[in-house]
T-cell receptor, first 116, second 109 residues
Framework: GAGVSQSPSNKVTEKGKDVELRCDPI?????LYWYRQSLGQGLEFLIY????????KSGLPSDRFSAERTGGSVSTLTIQRTQQEDSAVYLC??????????????FGPGTRLTVL | SQQGEEDPQALSIQEGENATMNCSYK?????LQWYRQNSGRGLVHLIL?????REKHSGRLRVTLDTSKKSSSLLITASRAADTASYFC?????????FGKGTRLSVIA
């Protein structure tokens, strides 16, 4: 079946502009995660959605970052007034569903954001 | 904050050799997972080892877990050029997973 998809695959923007990154998780997966990965670094947790529960926003680096998940499926990560240090690959992952290991996270291909 | 710390940061070996990567962590975990990443893009789940397990195999992969030392190792046997990638350990102590910075493995043909 289809995996996790993300769009756009690449985004170049100017400092100060807002950007929206989209994630389509695997159908039926109840959990959705956003991570950020800077060049040569590990994954930095940003935000986590689980079903209808309030999202865990503890990893968001500033109030310029926000995310929503509509209808328990598609998620959008918004970065307002982008800064050069926001340049990174933004990865989305989903987890959960019948017939799969509940602990395994399935990752999308990521969106490479470059802020000029 | 990152909990898993992989060692070494980079590893270069010849095709056919074995590759060993280590991961250390700091707190109690439910399980530990290893992921692989090609070209800085999405990660692929390789193997999961639960806190009550000591060793697990999957194909050419062998994972060990020592909860007393809070460490894990990933062994790739008979490496191939296609194994070239970054490998991350991730500790599951609830949600979310906590990833280390990874080991960059280069397998030279």
């Amino acid at each position: 079946g289809a995996g996790v998809s993300q769009s756009p695959s690449n985004k170049v923007t100017e400092k100060g502009k807002d950007v929206e990154l989209r994630c389509d998780p695997i159908s039926g997966h109840t959990a959705l995660y956003w991570y950020r990965q800077s060049l040569g670094q590990g994954l930095e947790f940003l935000i986590y959605f689980q079903g209808n529960s309030a999202p865990d926003k503890s990893g968001l680096p500033s109030d310029r970052f926000s995310a929503e998940r509509t209808g328990g499926s598609v998620s959008t990560l918004t970065i307002q007034r982008t800064q050069q240090e926001d340049s990174a690959v933004y990865l989305c992952a989903s987890r959960g569903g019948a017939g799969v290991s509940y602990n395994e996270q399935f990752f999308g291909p990521g969106t490479r954001l470059t802020v000029l | 904050s990152q909990q898993g710390e992989e060692d070494p940061q980079a590893l270069s070996i010849q095709e056919g050799e074995n590759a060993t990567m280590n991961c250390s962590y700091k707190t109690s975990i439910n399980n530990l997972q290893w992921y692989r990443q090609n070209s800085g893009r999405g990660l692929v789940h390789l193997i999961l080892i639960r806190s009550n397990e000591r060793e697990k195999h999957s194909g050419r992969l062998r994972v060990t877990l020592d909860t007393s030392k809070k460490s894990s190792s990933l062994l790739i046997t008979a490496s191939r050029a296609a194994d070239t990638a970054s490998y991350f350990c991730a500790t599951d102590e609830g949600t979310p997973l906590v990833f280390g910075k990874g080991t960059r493995l280069s397998v030279i043909a």
